[in-house]
Every structure is written in structure tokens, then in C-alpha cells.
């Protein structure tokens, strides 16, 4: 079965820490995303890539941002964590061409900043 | 930016009742798809459409691209107490970029 794997389910850090959501998807897929999942406001893009070291601003990329040193591996990174970015965060991948926009997601990981 | 407008927030429906939700779009898309998420899991493929007019069904889901290209809606009939969760529509526009609805969370009563 494919899949997206995200690390940490759960992770409690305090104000100012630095954080790393690590993903890692198994189906060679060129495109990769991060999303924050907020009750009211339904998933918002942070940043996506398209290729091995390549990345992309999403709506909302203020206070994040990412690395992707390898093609199966994107990381979110939140250089100094504040309160108002606890949230739920999703990875999902998605195929070049046709299959482009649809998306396979993890279970997520849920942060909460102190 | 494009706006995607997804109805109703929620809905809490007794098990065997029919479910419909939509999406409208402030903008013309080309792609439109539906997704469930489970409590405490990421969000799932339901079905998607790349026509205008295109119906297309999955078990008991049944979903429309409108004839507009601006909304999209998703049935559920005789629904069952898995079926709870939170329906996100999401589109594809022509700069390419996937927006997502806010989505509807249902609770269905056993």
C-alpha cells in the first residue's frame, strides 16, 4: 500500500524552539506539499515542491520553511515556533503530469506551541 | 486569489437519510475533487472530475462537475454512522494551483 508517512503524530514544543515535520512518501512522486489544517479555515498550502531541491510559496508561507534534499523526503521547518502556529499539519504528494492534483495525504501531525 | 465556497459547514443527520454538499467557485475550474477525512487521519481521494457535466459515482457517493465549471456537489444516500467525517471539495483553476473548501463535517446518529 502507498503511502505518506509523517514522523510525529503529536508534538508539544514551547515558544522559540525550532521545529522539523519530517515526510516521506514511498511513490516516487515528483510533487510534494505542506498544509496547515485549522478548525473554520480548511486546508491552507504553506509551500509545495516540484523537484529534488526546488520549492514554492503557498498562500501562506510567513514563519515556515522547508527542505527537500531528497525526491521521497520534504520537511517543514519552523525556525522559531509561536503560539498561533499550533496547529494540524499534513504532508501530501501527488505524480507529475495527469495525476497531478491528486493528492495522497498523511495522517498529519499536530503541534502545539506553548 | 481564487475563493471556493463549500456548504453547508455541517450537518448532523440520522443513519439511512441522504447527504448533498457543494462547492462554488468564484472562478472557472478545470478540475474538481472530493475528499474524506477521518477523525484523526489525512484526507482521502473520494472521486474526481474533469468535465463539465461529468457525474460520477463511487459506492453510495455520487458527485457532479456543474455545467458552469464554477460548482461542484457531492451526494451520500442511505448513509451509514462511518460515514462521519469532514468532506473537503477542492478545485483546479488555469494557473494550476489546487484551493481547497473549508470543508463539511458530518455526524451521522446510529
Known amino acids: 500500500d502507498v503511502k505518506v508517512t509523517q514522523s510525529s503524530r503529536y508534538l508539544v514544543k514551547r515558544t522559540g524552539e525550532k521545529v522539523f515535520l519530517e515526510c516521506v512518501q514511498d511513490?516516487?512522486?515528483?510533487?510534494m506539499f505542506w498544509y496547515r489544517q485549522d478548525p473554520g479555515l480548511g486546508l491552507r498550502l504553506i509551500y509545495f515542491?516540484?523537484?529534488?531541491?526546488?520549492?514554492e510559496k503557498g498562500d501562506i508561507p510567513e514563519g515556515y520553511s522547508v527542505s527537500r534534499e531528497k525526491k521521497e523526503r520534504f520537511s517543514l521547518i519552523l525556525e522559531s515556533a509561536s503560539t498561533n502556529q499550533t496547529s494540524m499539519y499534513l504532508c501530501?504528494?501527488?505524480?507529475?503530469?495527469?495525476?497531478?492534483?491528486?493528492?495522497?495525504f498523511g495522517a498529519g501531525s499536530r503541534l502545539t506551541v506553548l | 486569489g481564487q475563493q471556493l465556497n463549500q456548504s453547508p459547514q455541517s450537518m448532523f443527520i440520522q443513519e439511512g437519510e441522504d447527504v448533498s454538499m457543494n462547492c462554488t467557485s468564484s472562478s472557472i475550474f478545470n478540475t474538481w475533487l472530493w475528499y474524506k477525512q477521518d477523525p484523526g487521519e489525512g484526507p482521502v481521494l473520494l472521486i474526481a472530475l474533469y468535465k463539465a457535466g461529468e457525474l460520477t459515482s463511487n459506492g453510495r457517493l455520487t458527485a457532479q462537475f456543474g455545467i458552469t465549471r464554477k460548482d461542484s456537489f457531492l451526494n451520500i444516500s442511505a448513509s451509514i454512522p462511518s460515514d462521519v467525517g469532514i468532506y473537503f471539495c477542492?478545485?483546479?483553476?488555469?494557473?494550476?494551483?489546487?484551493?481547497f473548501g473549508k470543508g463539511t463535517l458530518l455526524t451521522v446518529n446510529p
Open positions: 501530501a504528494s501527488s505524480p507529475q503530469g495527469a495525476g497531478a492534483n491528486v493528492l495522497t
Open positions: 515542491s516540484y523537484d529534488v531541491k526546488m520549492k
Open positions: 477542492a478545485g483546479r483553476g488555469s494557473n494550476y494551483k489546487l484551493t
Open positions: 511513490m516516487d512522486h515528483e510533487n
